[in-house]
């Protein structure tokens, strides 16, 4: 069996083919054209085209969770330059109402005037229907739980919030599904599973405190219970749901390349006020993690930066480790 995980990013849309071992059999990438939502699948069948002479079972979607897609057309993902006055941290997990560096979804969602023309999806979900040829009109669990409209604590929706901020008809049903779901089959009969947010399907079998350095830096620590804390929110920590239910906190920024000392002391300073115990090992994985880690450890911090084999591809093994149990689970 093999299982396609598509890594759908701001810069590069990405194709790793994993067998059961989670050895990487083949892997490509393409630079993302996020004009619109043709240019944007234009580029994943142009990226699958690269692997027409596999036989993989699976395609498995991932993307950013910041944007969404309505009515034809791609909304962020959001720079939250300016606060919203409303305080819904306790409900959501996501500081509305701090200046942040990156913005969620629901910022998105604000640009819209009304929703009459069906759903707003994520991109991964939106890809996911294009692919399997099926209407989906629900989001999944770790888009949900990233968005900044979801009641985290309550696993609902927080329409109160929608409506307040006048989006009626709501956007989407109140359902949601499991990154496992499987929303249909490709034309040639690839099952395509719902997907996911990125960030949110990696620590399923291995949560640890993480770095994700990319095109952006991520900062996550998984909790037991989701227990905001006032003072963290004017950090812009932020509250997540894993692909498996459980709860990540985390911060995106942007940094420079090369990464500045200022800058790598800022991420230690982060799980510091994300209260991570002492002596922690904290993974260093993405494109360059390999290079940060080492930088990281050498500040002589509380922690330990370390970073795993194939740092780059860690994340997209995990997702692929979890695809192919909930294949296993459904067949």
Known sequence: MQILVLDIGCSYTKGYLFN???DIIADHKLSTDMTSPEALETTVRDLLAKFEN???QAIFPLSFGEGVIYNNTMYGPTHNRVPLLEDYYHQTGTPTDVKRDIGSAFQSLLTFPCYTEGPALPVSTYIASRLANTKIDTWELTHAGNSGMFDILQRRWAAELLKEHGCQPLPFSLAFMSPATIVGDTENGVTVFAGG???SCISVFNPKPI??????IVISHPEI???PRQEEKPAGIRWTITANGGFHKQVVKKVSNPITLSEMKYLISIFEMMSVP???EIY???GYGEEL???LDELNSVFRFVSPPEAEVYQHRQTAKYAFRAMELQT
Do not use: C, M, N
């Open 225 to 227: 219970a989701f227990l």
């Open 293 to 295: 880690a080492p930088q």
């Open 20 to 22: 059961r071992d989670l």
């Open 54 to 56: 596999y036989a993989y």
């Open 197 to 199: 947010h990125d960030h």
């Open 278 to 280: 002492e002596k922690s």
């Open 211 to 216: 770095i994700i350095a990319g095109t952006w």
């Open 284 to 286: 260093v994985i993405g």
